[in-house]
């Protein structure tokens, strides 16, 4: 049964192909979600549901896209996973629909992700892409959108502790004057305490390393945005 005195938060991630593989640099107005996952959680990391799509409207009817996917060498496992039951392949449409409902059957309106720019400008373009813009926006109107590298930003990237981690292992920028990274694969990594940790770049497994950022990063109890466009 579903507490709903408890503040439930929707973590989302997506994997996208590009629309133009000409196009220099990573633009979520260049992407096209084939791969979302998403978990309820709580501030302490709890998980009570997870879901894993497959978009087939991207993955089977734009093969040509597909195969100049990033990640393209994970397609054969995708194949694997959805032949075993363990990804579910739906319209965009319906994932939209589902993820709706997630939020209502939770009684909560906030989701997040890491990089949270990026799913969310990704996820509106696959919307009207594939709508024809008759539907702009992906998530629900009136969501509290929030994205744990703003988080991680103001709890752990500044600390002594972690930029140290990042400069004795090399997870720094390439700027002239480097900086500590923040992708998720590095905050794992300082949390944990696995240098061996290697992102999978699938939707909901990446998903389930970025709610251990989010339980870190309240477990401070420190003063921190959240709000993604704040």
């Not at 990573?26 to 978009?55: F, H, L, R």
């Not at 990237?157 to 400069?167: D, L, M």
Request: glycine fraction near 4%; charged fraction near 30%.
């Amino acid at each position: 049964m579903i507490d709903k005195r408890k503040h439930y938060i929707v973590v989302m991630d997506t994997e996208t192909c590009p629309l133009d593989k000409d196009f220099e640099g990573v633009s979520p107005q260049n992407m096209w979600v084939y791969d979302i996952g998403w978990a309820v959680v709580d501030k302490k990391g709890n998980v009570y549901e997870t879901k894993s799509y497959i978009n087939r409207d991207i993955f089977f009817d734009e093969k040509e896209l597909m195969n100049s996917a990033y990640y393209a060498n994970k397609l054969p496992q995708y194949y694997e996973d959805i032949k075993s039951g363990k990804r579910k392949v739906a319209t965009w449409s319906t994932i939209r629909k589902d993820l709706a409902e997630t939020l209502k059957r939770y009684n909560t309106k906030t989701i997040c992700a890491h990089n949270m720019r990026f799913d969310y400008g990704s996820t509106n373009n696959t919307q009207r892409w594939l709508s024809k813009s008759k539907y702009r926006y992906f998530l629900p109107y009136g969501c509290e959108i929030w994205d744990t590298m703003k988080m991680a930003l103001d709890v752990i990237a500044k600390t002594p502790t972690y930029i140290k981690f990042c400069f004795d292992n090399g997870f720094v920028t390439k700027h002239k004057s480097p900086r500590p990274q923040v992708k998720a694969e590095v905050l794992y990594k300082y949390i944990t305490g696995n240098l061996d940790f290697v992102e999978s770049h699938t939707g909901l497994e990446d998903v389930l390393i970025e709610k251990e950022i989010l339980k870190y990063c309240f477990a401070k109890h420190k003063k921190m945005r959240k709000e993604c466009f704040s």
